[in-house]
């Protein structure tokens, strides 16, 4: 995974209002939620939801599905667990011993 996509998947999470939809999602999963019930929750008004929205379906982090004018959101679960994954690998790499083959 290239470093842009990680570094825009983390700034999209580092806004407090994103964060919130994003955990929400994931507490919903495997069925998501509509935009509706996303918004109720956490009170946010629509105008400001759908750019909230907008900033975590860019970075990949949410996927959406339109059913007749029914909108679902997913957390996209395979996205951030690689990102975690990539970061994870990385760990104290620069400290290993080398080994004598």
């Known amino acids: 995974m ?3 996509s990680i570094a825009k998947a983390l700034a999209e999470l580092g806004n ?3 964060l919130e939809i994003f ?3 994931v507490k919903s999963e495997p069925t998501g939620l509509n935009i509706g019930e996303i918004g109720e929750r956490l009170s946010v008004p629509a105008s400001t939801l759908a750019f ?3 900033g975590l379906v860019s970075a990949e ?3 959406q599905t339109k059913q007749g004018r029914t909108v679902t959101c ?3 679960l395979n996205k951030i ?3 975690i994954s990539v970061l ?3 760990c104290c790499i620069d400290n290993q011993e080398p080994t004598n083959d």
């Open 74 to 76: 997913r957390a996209n």
């Open 23 to 25: 955990r929400l999602l």
């Open 88 to 90: 994870e690998q990385e």
């Open 52 to 54: 909230h929205l907008r």
């Open 2 to 4: 290239e470093t842009s």
């Open 61 to 63: 982090l949410v996927t």
């Open 81 to 83: 667990t690689t990102i």
């Open 16 to 18: 407090e209002t994103r």
